[in-house]
């Protein structure tokens, strides 16, 4: 049975990233996912077919000059300078079946009245839409920005809370404001799986831990089993309170309150002469079965435009979404000349979610076990990064 500092489980950003700081530091670094592929919700998905390769991104599209965590990472794997601008392009608001520019839809007399409620208006306590109604109007919110905010965690996010879901953070001024890799963001977290220090099994995920006298015992699906000082849990809140129920059972509890909702993400390629629509950068659909599109168009292609709609969860099938998307981009579905999916589950976040990450934080405190995740502080890659940073702080810290 092989022995480790630390067995990481789940392959997203979340666990990559508290593995990169774990081999940095020295210590011996098992990752354990589940499916064939890392990167989890980062998913470049390579369409092979065709005379060139294309990609399309099916999870996360964009990463920005205030993602200092997960900068620092690219900047340690020696991939700073691989960093690439997103041209620039227009979002769209697809309304009865028409793109239209989201300025157009503003109510400006409302917006001017009730903007400078942004300068002593506090977020903190106040869902998103109590919050932003009073910055747009309430008018502007229900037409326009209740279908923007949605856009972001894929699902409903009135009911979030205001402070989560746009943080301020300062900028790198060396790095593009925002930017992706040639081949797409999966790049990074391929780079951080296969970078010294750190083993990785795919294709087999975790189905117990067991704690021994000083150590814990991490069994996975294919029978093999490892000894660990540390385990660090980077799944869905739910897989993470089953694999912990049996240890810490008051932890695991906790952990399985927090919801989600489920996306179901099309990407598509077609021939570039064949899409009429618009060169745009993404989508917001008004009460639609998907919630946005986000296209590749800010990364062009000489053969191809490439688009990923996020449909609503189990809503409707393969087909149905084949051809809406065939609907919105205004051609027939048998141009889909290429298709790729994914599922992901994206955590549903509700106000007082930060003093229960708090009473999560205070269950784990002098244990050695670590849970990170998209759940925590935040979804985009910047909170997952800097949770496993924090996380990783922690671990250091008790170890003295
Ligand atoms: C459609 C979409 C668009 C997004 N766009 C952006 C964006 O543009 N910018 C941004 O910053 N963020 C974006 N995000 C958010 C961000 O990408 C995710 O929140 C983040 O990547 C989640 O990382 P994670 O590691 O916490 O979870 P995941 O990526 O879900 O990783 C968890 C991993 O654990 C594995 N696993 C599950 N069970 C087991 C088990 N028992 N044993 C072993 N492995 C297991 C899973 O297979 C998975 O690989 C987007 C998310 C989605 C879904």
Not at 103 to 125: T, W
Not at 223 to 233: C, E, K, N, V, W
Not at 307 to 316: A, S
Not at 341 to 359: A, E, K, Q, S
């Amino acid at each position: 049975m092989s022995q480790y500092d630390i067995v990481v489980i789940g392959a997203g950003i979340s666990g990559l990233s508290l593995a990169h700081h774990s081999a940095a530091a020295g210590l011996k670094t098992l990752v354990v996912e589940k499916t064939e592929r890392v990167g989890g919700a980062v998913h470049t998905h390579q369409f092979a077919a065709g005379t060139r390769p294309f990609w399309v991104e099916l999870g996360a599209h964009t990463c920005y000059n205030s993602y200092a965590g997960f900068l620092e990472i690219i900047e340690a794997l020696g991939m700073l300078d691989k960093l690439m601008r997103r041209e620039k392009a227009p979002y769209r608001m697809l309304v009865d079946d028409r793109l239209k520019s989201i300025p157009s839809q503003l109510n400006f007399p409302e917006l001017l009245v009730s903007v400078p409620r942004l300068f002593f208006l506090n977020k903190r306590g106040q869902s998103v839409k109590s919050y932003y109604s009073k910055i747009v109007g309430r008018r502007n919110y229900d037409k326009i920005f209740t279908h923007l905010f949605s856009a972001v965690p894929s699902q409903p996010a009135d009911d979030f809370p205001a402070d989560i879901m746009f943080k301020r953070r300062a900028r790198r001024k060396d790095v593009l404001k925002s930017f992706t890799l040639p081949n797409g963001l999966q790049s990074v977290t391929d780079a951080i799986a296969t970078a010294p220090g750190i083993e990785t099994v795919t294709g087999s995920d975790a189905v117990q831990i067991e704690a021994k006298e000083q150590c814990f015992e991490v069994t996975i699906a294919n029978g093999d089993r490892y000894i660990s000082d540390h385990i660090a849990l980077a799944t869905a809140p739910e897989v993470s309170a089953g694999l912990l129920r049996p240890v810490y059972p008051e932890l695991a509890d906790e952990l399985a309150r927090i919801g989600g909702a489920a996306v179901e993400s099309v990407g598509v390629a077609v021939a570039k002469q064949v899409v009429p629509v618009e060169k745009v950068a993404g989508i917001v659909a008004v009460r639609d079965s998907f919630h946005s599109v986000v296209s590749r168009d800010t990364v062009p292609d000489d053969e191809y435009r490439g688009f990923t709609f996020h449909f609503k969860g189990d809503q409707i099938e393969l087909d149905a979404k084949l051809e809406r998307i065939a609907q919105v981009l205004q051609i027939s579905a048998g141009d889909l000349e290429l298709v790729a999916t994914r599922r992901n589950i994206l955590p549903t976040f509700r106000i007082g979610h930060g003093d229960h990450v708090d009473r999560i934080d205070s269950l784990l405190a002098g244990k050695r076990v670590l849970v990170t995740g998209n759940y925590l502080r935040g979804m985009s890659i910047e909170d997952c990064v800097s949770r496993s940073a924090s996380e990783f702080n922690r671990l250091r810290q008790q170890s003295g």
